[in-house]
T-cell receptor, first 111, second 113 residues
């Protein structure tokens, strides 16, 4: 079983839609949860970073962590064509420790 | 100029050849990482370095070696390339105290025939 599972998609939504991206994990020791965005032919870039359970909001993006269910989500409100990318979740047990990445979900926002 | 650069950006080689991928950074970060990305498998850590004297194996280090020549330079070598090492390779950096924020280079696409 992989440490981190992520639905690869692809996901296609109309502009303005609310997008929900999700990952599940098996290691209950994970405490740090990250979402990276990767545009085609580019390296990943950090989008959101949360510690332990709870929600974190940054503009149109909300990251949610439910440690009891070993489930994390990224919500994108009012999605834009510029949000079209692959979204990768990543997690680690403690700061500075090895990251475990999901396989990524490909998102296309149609104008 | 890009903060994390990788050379070459694309490379085609043959089985058994020795290959070196290079990474340079101008961010002044102490930690550097090498990942490979494969469809359906995501990003996997090959090696990481806390500083010039500290090298650590990651999840999939077999068949690879690294060299941290300076704080700003971290090279990945494939001593004898094989076809299943065909992948997209990324270098990343992070700074002391903010290790969960990794900055990635543009990637090197390696094909081993």
């Amino acid at each position: 079983q992989k440490e981190v599972e992520q639905d690869p998609g692809p996901l296609s939504v109309p502009e303005g839609a609310i997008v929900s991206l999700n990952c599940t994990y098996s290691n209950s020791a994970f405490q740090y949860f990250m979402w990276y965005r990767q545009y085609s032919r580019k390296g990943p870039e950090l989008l959101m970073y949360t510690y332990s359970s709870g929600n974190k909001e940054d503009g149109r993006f909300t990251a949610q962590v439910d440690k009891s269910s070993k489930y994390i989500s990224l919500f994108i409100r009012d999605s834009q064509p510029s949000d079209s990318a692959t979204y990768l979740c990543a997690m680690s047990e403690y700061t500075g420790n090895q990251f475990y990445f999901g396989t990524g979900t490909s998102l296309t926002v149609i104008p | 100029d890009a903060d994390v650069t990788q050379t070459p950006r694309n490379r085609i080689t043959k089985t058994g050849k020795r290959i070196m991928l290079e990474c340079s950074q101008t961010k002044g970060h102490d930690r550097m990482y090498w990942y490979r990305q494969d469809p359906g498998l995501g990003l996997r850590l090959i090696y990481y370095s806390f500083d010039v004297k500290d090298i650590n194996k990651g999840e999939i280090s077999d068949g690879y070696s690294v060299s941290r020549q300076a704080q700003a330079k971290f090279s990945l070598s494939l001593e004898s390339a094989i076809p299943n090492q065909t992948a997209l390779y990324f270098c990343a950096t992070s700074e002391r105290g903010r290790y969960n924020e990794q900055f990635f280079g543009p990637g090197t696409r390696l094909t081993v025939l």
